[in-house]
């Protein structure tokens, strides 16, 4: 299935030929054809690589001075498309059909230079610390901490490292 924008293409070359084909002068219907192509031309996906590629282009930015997001992050969620498609009877059924590619996330590449338990022993200080936030214990942490006293009385028992 198509995106919306891709929809709404193929709806326009269908009333351009349905002009052609039925009409004795076409003019007027191939007009309406050509100004919904300019629409299409403005609010199209923007492309490239980015996390934006598929965001719509004629919608833009909400003019943030810092980091401004964006007005319609996807182009099947564009007001002015919707409005295009409703005329060419988009039913609730299609759009929910419709394609809605959405860019690939890099995967991480090679081993983290800090260990994992590490970064997590680091954040828990810093939420600790900076923020004034407790972290919570893991169940393990928890169940060490209720049962700690009592295993302390089991001859032999030798607390892991990671236990104090």
């Known amino acids: 299935m198509l995106d ?5 293409t193929q709806q326009i070359d269908a009333a351009e030929q349905h002009a052609l084909d039925h009409q004795r002068d076409p003019s007027d219907a191939l007009r309406w054809c050509k100004a919904h192509r300019k629409i299409l031309t403005t609010h199209a996906p923007a492309g490239g690589g980015g996390s934006d590629a598929y965001a719509c282009e ?8 810092y980091c401004p997001e964006l007005n319609v992050e996807h182009v099947n969620d564009c007001p002015t498309l919707l409005a295009l498609a ?3 009877g ?4 299609q759009r ?9 996330r890099p995967a991480p590449t090679g081993p983290s230079l800090i260990p994992a338990a590490l970064a997590e022993a680091m954040y828990g200080h810093l939420l600790a610390t900076v923020v004034g936030v407790q972290p919570v214990p893991s169940p393990r942490q928890r169940a060490l901490e209720i049962l700690g006293p009592e295993l302390k009385k ?3 028992y030798l607390p892991s490292p990671s236990s104090e």
């Open 86 to 88: 409703e005329g060419y």
């Open 4 to 8: 919306l924008h891709g929809w709404i």
């Open 96 to 104: 929910a059909a419709l394609d809605r590619p959405e860019p690939e």
């Open 154 to 156: 089991i001859s032999g």
């Open 58 to 65: 004629g919608c833009g930015y909400n003019g943030a001075d």
């Open 90 to 93: 988009l039913t609730k059924e």
